[in-house]
């Protein structure tokens, strides 16, 4: 995904189109977020007292579209790309991690790691429809759950990254 290209959903549209377009939004507005910054900026908690970063925001959403559209949608056993958060928790009942940043963390990393699990998201979801269950939590879940979900996670985590690369570098209106 070019972090230069923001694809804006249609405005006449079926369901899933839709549903699919919104989240290829929200994925696209975080990527340009974190584009152009140096590592010291990405890494920078400026919206204090929080101690969000940017980089932390990119490796967290890369946890969630793991469990999400891996762990849930696909049952498939996959370990966290990231330290589960302190206090424990896999990242299965929506406490993902990737909050916390290692001394080696870059983009670099970051971002490929987020891609490739959009990109299995992408994958996982084109054979099913959007009424299709998977187990969760005792009971069943469906995709259009999922990417419901999925949109409003990201649409917070976008507004994060708002306040924060404003406080980085004062950059705004992406």
């Not at 990242?91 to 993902?96: E, K, V």
């Not at 970051?110 to 998201?121: I, K, P």
């Amino acid at each position: 995904m070019s972090t230069s290209e923001r694809p804006m959903p249609p405005l006449l549209a079926d369901e899933r189109t839709s549903l699919e377009s919104w989240l290829d939004f929200y994925r696209a507005t975080l990527a340009q977020k974190c584009a152009d910054l140096p590592e010291k900026g990405l890494r920078e908690a400026s919206a204090a007292p929080s101690p969000i970063t940017l980089l932390g925001l990119l490796q967290h959403l890369a946890e969630v579209e793991r469990n999400w559209f891996r762990r849930v949608l696909a049952q498939e056993d996959v370990p966290p790309l990231h330290a589960p958060p302190a206090g424990g928790g896999d990242g299965t009942q929506g406490h993902a991690g990737g909050w916390e940043l290692a001394e080696d963390s870059t983009h670099e990393q970051a971002l490929a790691r987020w891609e490739a699990e959009v990109a299995r998201a992408r994958q996982n979801c084109a054979a099913r429809a959007l009424d299709d269950t998977s187990p969760f939590m005792g009971g069943q879940v469906t995709l259009r759950w999922i990417y419901t979900h999925m949109i409003g996670e990201y649409a917070r985590h976008c507004g994060h990254a708002d306040l924060i690369r404003e406080r980085v570098d004062g950059r705004t209106g992406i």
